[in-house]
């Protein structure tokens, strides 16, 4: 395994580091936030060199990363190691760790020594959690600590049972107007951005009149502050199909396995590995070598 240390190219960007009174300045700028989802060291070095904004390391990892079902099963241990290695890789996008199910909606106390675990041990810049209602005091609890917390409505998967599904969500009058109304009181509490995920794209603009902090979207329309994708889905990792609200930017999935069915066909046919991939020795040292096996 190669396991040089990072090295800073002369193709990685120099950029001032993402800070959190910068989203607001970008949001005032208009120009849009870009943010994505990562959950290891390499792709770390590659989201950085690549001038991403913002970085989650979402609890999506519990699905794609981790192989459970949904993202409740995933425990803050488990996100941390995720988190940390993310953390070395990064410089200057801003880091956001997601709370995971079960970590933050019991007390304030439990919401906010979550939060700190996520910056003393994580390394991160601001934290996220799911949801509006008992969670607006959960968001005010962390941000009265001075720790950034970033609300997240619409759809919330943790919770997406509840609500039906992993379907779009404020898809009538009055639970457009829940969602809205959670956003609004999240920004009260203190938020310093919110993601609003699958709502219908008037919606999300009617909301974007309410709302003076950064919104990022994920299936919500252009009217947001900016956007954040899933690694996976936006790169074609899967074998199954994204959601509507997923562009695939690549498709990496067959591009992995055609490399990895190459070479597992070398290795059998005995073409790899060829001199070009070995070590040789000097004749001499060889010879000496043959004397002492005798
Ligand atoms: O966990 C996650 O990846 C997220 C994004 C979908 C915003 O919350």
């Known amino acids: 395994m190669s396991t040089?240390?990072?090295?800073?190219?002369s193709t990685t960007h120099e950029r001032l580091p993402m800070t959190v009174p910068g989203l607001m300045d970008r949001k005032r700028s208009g120009e849009p936030l870009v943010m994505v989802t990562c959950y290891d060291y390499p792709s770390a070095r590659i989201v950085e060199e690549a001038g991403v904004d913002l970085v989650l390391v979402g609890d999506t990892a519990a699905m794609t990363v981790l192989g459970y079902d949904s993202t409740v099963?995933?425990?803050?241990?488990?996100?941390?190691?995720?988190?940390?290695?993310?953390?070395?890789?990064?410089?200057?996008?801003?880091?956001?760790?997601?709370?995971?199910?079960?970590?933050?909606?019991?007390?304030?106390e439990q919401?906010?020594?979550?939060?700190?675990?996520?910056?003393k041990e994580g390394g991160c810049d601001a934290v996220k959690l799911e949801g509006g209602g008992v969670m607006v005091d959960r968001a005010h609890a962390i941000a009265s600590t001075g720790i950034p917390v970033i609300g997240h409505v619409g759809l919330t998967p943790?919770?997406?049972?509840?609500?039906?599904g992993f379907k779009a969500q404020a898809r009538t009058a009055h639970r457009a107007l829940n969602t809205i109304e959670d956003a609004v009181a999240l920004q009260e509490a203190g938020c310093c951005a919110i993601?609003?995920?699958?709502?219908?794209?008037?919606?999300?603009?009617?909301?974007m009149e309410?709302?003076?902090?950064?919104?990022?979207?994920?299936g919500?329309?252009?009217?947001?502050?900016?956007?954040?994708?899933?690694?996976?889905?936006?790169?074609?990792l899967y074998e199954w199909g994204s959601p509507r609200f997923v562009k695939r930017y690549a498709e990496l999935r067959p591009e992995i396995l055609?490399?990895?069915?190459?070479?597992?066909?070398?290795?059998?046919?005995?073409?790899?590995?060829?001199?070009?991939?070995?070590y040789s020795i000097d004749p001499a040292e060889l010879e000496e070598l043959r004397g002492l096996l005798g």
């Open 73 to 108: 099963p995933v425990t803050v241990d488990e996100l941390l190691v995720l988190v940390k290695a993310v953390r070395r890789g990064l410089r200057s996008p801003l880091l956001v760790g997601d709370l995971p199910f079960g970590s933050y909606e019991v007390s304030d």
């Open 111 to 119: 919401a906010v020594a979550t939060a700190q675990r996520f910056l």
């Open 195 to 207: 993601v609003f995920e699958a709502i219908p794209a008037p919606v999300a603009q009617l909301a």
């Open 4 to 9: 040089h240390p990072p090295v800073e190219t």
């Open 158 to 164: 943790q919770t997406a049972t509840a609500v039906g």
């Open 258 to 278: 055609r490399a990895l069915e190459n070479y597992a066909a070398e290795v059998r046919t005995k073409e790899f590995p060829t001199s070009e991939y070995t």
């Open 220 to 236: 919500a329309g252009m009217s947001t502050d900016g956007q954040v994708l899933v690694w996976h889905d936006l790169l074609g």
């Open 210 to 218: 309410q709302i003076e902090i950064p919104v990022i979207g994920i």
